[in-house]
Nanobody, 121 residues
Framework: QVQLVESGGGSVQVGGSLRLTCTAS????????MGWYRQAEGKPRELVAT????????YVDSVKGRFTISRDNAKNTVVYLQMNNLKPEDTGVYYC??????????????WGQGTQVTVSS
C-alpha cells in the first residue's frame, strides 16, 4: 500500500505563488509517474502536471510557463509543484497522484486526500 500526503495549499491573491508538496510512502517497487491533478467545483478532475521516470514532465496548456513540477533531489518519492502567477481559474482541490509498478505485469494508481488552492482577485 502506498500513501500520498499533500501539503502547501492555501489562499492567495491573483499573481501570487504557492508550492505544493507531495510525499509518497509505503512499498514502492518502482514509481512510474507522480503528479498533480485538480478539480474545480462542478468540473471534472484534470491533469495539471506530472513527472515521469527519467524526469520528463507533462503540463496542461493552461499552466505552462507558470507552474513547475520537480522531484526532490534526495528523495524521488517527494514531488513539488511550484505555482506562480496564479489566476482565479487555478482555484480547486489539488490531488497528488502516483502510478506505482508493483510487478512486471501490474501497476496501481494512488491518490492523496487533496489540498485546497483558492485564488482571489
Amino acid at each position: 500500500q502506498v500513501q500520498l500526503v499533500e501539503s502547501g495549499g492555501g489562499s492567495v491573491q491573483v499573481g501570487g505563488s504557492l508550492r505544493l508538496t507531495c510525499t509518497a510512502s509505503g512499498v514502492i517497487p518502482r514509481l512510474n509517474a507522480m503528479g498533480w491533478y485538480r478539480q474545480a467545483e462542478g468540473k471534472p478532475r484534470e491533469l495539471v502536471a506530472t513527472i515521469l521516470r527519467g524526469d520528463n514532465t507533462v503540463y496542461v496548456d493552461s499552466v505552462k510557463g507558470r507552474f513547475t513540477i520537480s522531484r526532490d533531489n534526495a528523495k524521488n518519492t517527494v514531488v513539488y509543484l511550484q505555482m506562480n502567477n496564479l489566476k482565479p481559474e487555478d482555484t480547486g482541490v489539488y490531488y497528488c497522484n502516483a502510478e506505482v509498478q508493483s510487478t512486471s505485469y501490474s501497476a496501481h494508481t494512488y491518490w492523496g486526500q487533496g489540498t485546497q488552492v483558492t485564488v482571489s482577485s
